[in-house]
């Protein structure tokens, strides 16, 4: 158990009022984009008893687990947090393409203020689009489904990599399913400085582009289904119409 109590001498975070921990380690994808496999290796469970971790008058569990629904466990630990009855966060995100009916339910009998899960590939649209279904079926608010949206990212070892206009169609298919779009810089395991890779198919302009169209367009980063926002997204031309904060003007 972690000593929460000293915080309560930090002036910032006398209010803090949430346990954080693991239920779970490694993960059972091999994304090449991804440092856990080589992290955390494999797949394991590690805890199922939620409750005795939960540090006393916190009203919040966070968990860090990188792949929930992969654990082994997954089941007894939702039946835990449902027992438990506090908020939860799966902060790390679920894995949309665990999604089923079984699951989607008993997340919606959680305290879920916002549920997370990610966008990597394009490809993977059937799969997001069942997830959501699912979790909306059971109740579960689509505004209030949040996906971490990949960009930037390239592999050198197959040449393949997301470009600007694939980000785009990713962002606007999450904003289809009226959820909010959260976008993910991808960032080597071997970068010694933030923000300072770029893929061969981006530009510092164009990844300037996204962070300021976070910052003035967005809401704490994300892109929330607005209507203005999804109608700037569906109508735009390309990538540089689409997250220009100006009209552009005679461009072909």
């Not at 919040?60 to 835990?80: H, T, Y």
């Not at 966008?119 to 489904?145: C, F």
Request: charged content about 30%; glycine content about 6%; proline content about 5%.
């Amino acid at each position: 158990m972690p000593a929460y109590d000293i915080l309560k001498d930090v002036e910032k975070w006398k209010d803090w009022n949430s346990s954080i921990l693991f239920t779970s380690r490694g993960c059972i994808r091999d994304c090449p984009f991804c440092a856990v496999p080589k992290i955390e290796g494999k797949m394991r469970s590690i805890l199922t008893d939620v409750e005795n971790y939960v540090h006393g008058g916190h009203k919040q569990v966070i968990l860090w687990d990188n792949n929930f629904l992969a654990s082994p466990d997954w089941k007894e630990v939702l039946e835990n947090l449902q027992e438990i009855g506090l908020k939860i966060d799966f902060n790390q995100g679920l894995d949309a393409r665990l999604i089923d009916e079984e699951k989607a339910k008993m997340l919606a009998d959680l305290k879920i203020p916002v549920v997370r899960m990610a966008y990597d590939r394009v490809g993977e649209k059937n799969i997001i689009k069942n997830a959501v279904n699912l979790l909306a079926k059971h109740g579960i608010n689509r505004r209030k489904i949040l996906f971490y949206v990949l960009y930037n990212f390239y592999d050198e070892d197959q040449s393949y990599g997301d470009t600007p206009d694939i980000f785009l169609t990713k962002t606007r298919d999450i904003q289809e399913l009226g959820c909010v779009s959260y976008p993910m810089r991808f960032e080597p395991l071997t970068s010694l400085k933030k923000n300072q890779y770029i893929s061969p198919f981006w530009t510092a302009e164009e990844l300037e582009m996204v962070a300021k169209a976070r910052r003035v367009l967005g809401y704490g980063g994300a892109f929330p289904p607005y209507e203005g926002l999804v109608n700037k997204f569906k109508n735009a031309k390309d990538f540089d119409d689409a997250f220009s904060l100006h009209p552009l003007k005679n461009k072909n």
